[in-house]
Structure formats: C-alpha cells, structure tokens
C-alpha cells in the first residue's frame, strides 16, 4: 500500500464519521508528528493521497452562514451608499460684521461651493459678543452639516477668554475644511 500524506490533523469534539477515520493500515508520512504518532481515533485527519484533490467538508451550519452572507452581499452596496450632500440650501455663519477679509473670502468661497455642488450656500453675518452670538447660533443648530460656521481666531480666543458660555467650542463642532492659514 502507498504511503499517506498527513495534511492537518485536529481534535474532533463529536464522534468522527468512518469516512474520515483513518484506515488501520495506513502508513503515516507527517511532518508535523513524530514518525511513532499516528492519528487516533478521536482525531479527524484530512488526506491526500498521491493524484487526488483535497476535498473540504462543511458542516450545515457553516453552509448556512456561507450562503446567507452571499445573498446578503448585493444588498450592502445599497446601504452603504451615501446621500447626496447638500440636499437643501447651507448656512454659513460669520460672527463678525460685513466688509472684513473673513467677511469677503467666505462670500467668494460660498459662491464657489455653490456653482460647485448645485446648492446655494447662503452666507450670513451674525455680529455681536467677540462672535460668540454667531457662534451659539451654530451650537443650536442641527447637527446636519447645513449650517455651517465660519470659524477665526477669535473663536478659539474666546473659548479660552469666557468661562461661561452656552457652548463648548473644543468640545461641540468639529473642523470641516481650511480656506487659509496665516503665516507669522
């Protein structure tokens, strides 16, 4: 008889079927085992001998699973699809008066993002605290990204100059995009 070639061999928890059990005269050519181990009877071994294809074996249960992810895979493309952004008009908030660079490059740059998207980008100034008028009124708006703030220095200024403002500025908005960057 030939040699067997000893491929994987792990414990089986349930009773091993006869078609996996090793057969009593087999010669054991393995090596992850020592040459006097051969497989017992409580051990599943998977062979292959000399011309012939492993063959996997898949339990009903790991069947199931296999096919239920299968069919679920043409749905995820529908789920993870994201929505179009902006699907109504944007607010961008300034807290300063009109007629300042903030004031000029937040108009240039909503026109942009409106020629861009297919949206209008509404830009508004809301004067008034150091900006902090401005900046509540973000606070309170919903969290949707369609209301937007138009962020300076003087924010992060006041965040560490007011200790009891209606908002966190650190902790409540989150940075979106830069439009500058003074050097100094």
Known sequence: MAATTCCHVSHARRHTPP???????AKWNCPNLPPFAAPT??????QIQSGS??????????????????AALPALPRVAKPQAYPSR?????????????????????????S???????????????????????????SP?????????SANA????????LNFDFIHNFVPVAGSASPTF
């Open 41 to 46: 009877s409580g051990q599943v071994v998977t």
């Open 89 to 113: 008009p944007v607010h961008i908030i300034l807290g300063f008066p009109p007629g300042g660079s903030s004031d000029v490059i937040g108009r240039l740059m909503a026109q942009w993002l």
């Open 144 to 152: 949707d990204g369609h209301t937007l703030l138009w962020a300076t």
């Open 19 to 25: 078609s996996l059990r090793a057969p009593a005269s």
């Open 157 to 164: 200024i006041n965040a560490t100059l007011y200790s009891n």
């Open 53 to 70: 294809a492993p063959t996997m074996k898949l339990s009903r249960r790991s069947l199931l699973h296999l096919t239920t992810g299968a």
């Open 115 to 141: 020629e861009r998207l297919g949206q209008p980008f509404v830009f508004e100034n809301r004067p008034g605290a150091g900006s902090n008028i401005g900046t509540e009124m973000v606070a309170r708006a």
